[in-house]
T-cell receptor, first 112, second 113 residues
Framework: DSGVTQTPKHLITATGQRVTLRCSPR?????VYWYQQSLDQGLQFLIQ???????AKGNILERFSAQQFPDLHSELNLSSLELGDSALYFC???????????FGSGTRLTVV | QKEVEQDPGPLSVPEGAIVSLNCTYS??????FMWYRQYSRKGPELLMY????GNKEDGRFTAQVDKSSKYISLFIRDSQPSDSATYLC?????????????FGTGTKLQVIP
């Protein structure tokens, strides 16, 4: 167990719907990173939050948004879902930007 | 062209073999190089972390970085069935933290007993 908890593990939903993925970072970690992993693109960085504030943005679609709450857990909201959004979504957490970067087990999203 | 290229495999080897996994990259600013192992239905876990050029050894694993050729390798000695997983290389530029990490697409390894 890495200490980073992601829920749910699996999610099946229809096109056009909206889902929320949740990530609880490892105890003491202030940074949360979200990634999308698909077979052809590999791990793509979406967004980073640090202590409640957005820190960096990657290849995140406008239909996607995230936030980090005062208890440091984070949620990734995916809306107007398309078939191409089917992927594994991982979060990782770290103390800062450069130390102790650990992944959760991911949420497998299937859009039908 | 992707910044980081990695042969997707799959690579199938007999137990006890020496495995060589490789990545090439195009961004000369990359200074930190990592190898992650990802088991099926799990998140990536860090195996090796090196800075700049050179070799680093940890048990059966050796990471090599050749910055002049923009080429990194992970060697696994005496491979075991438990090494069967997907191996991802990852790189960070000198100016960045983890938000700037770029991953390879991964090489799937199968070690046959």
């Amino acid at each position: 167990d890495s200490g980073v908890t992601q829920t749910p593990k699996h999610l099946i939903t229809a096109t056009g719907q909206r889902v929320t993925l949740r990530c609880s970072p490892r105890s003491g970690d202030l940074s949360v990173y979200w990634y999308q992993q698909s077979l052809d693109q590999g791990l793509q960085f979406l967004i980073q939050y640090y202590n409640g504030e957005e820190r960096a943005k990657g290849n995140i679609l406008e239909r996607f948004s995230a936030q980090q709450f005062p208890d440091l857990h984070s949620e990734l909201n995916l809306s107007s879902l398309e078939l191409g959004d089917s992927a594994l979504y991982f979060c990782a957490s770290s103390v800062g930007d450069s130390y102790g970067y650990t992944f959760g087990s991911g949420t497998r999203l299937t859009v039908v | 062209q992707k910044e980081v290229e990695q042969d997707p495999g799959p690579l199938s080897v007999p137990e006890g073999a020496i495995v060589s996994l490789n990545c090439t990259y195009s961004n000369s600013a990359f200074q930190y190089f990592m190898w992650y192992r990802q088991y099926s239905r799990k998140g990536p876990e860090l195996l090796m972390y090196t800075y700049s050029s050179g070799n680093k050894e940890d048990g059966r694993f050796t990471a090599q970085v050749d910055k002049s050729s923009k080429y990194i390798s992970l060697f696994i000695r005496d491979s075991q069935p438990s090494d069967s997983a997907t191996y991802l290389c990852a790189m960070i530029p000198n100016s960045g933290g983890y938000q700037k990490v770029t991953f390879g697409t991964g090489t799937k390894l199968q070690v046959i007993p």
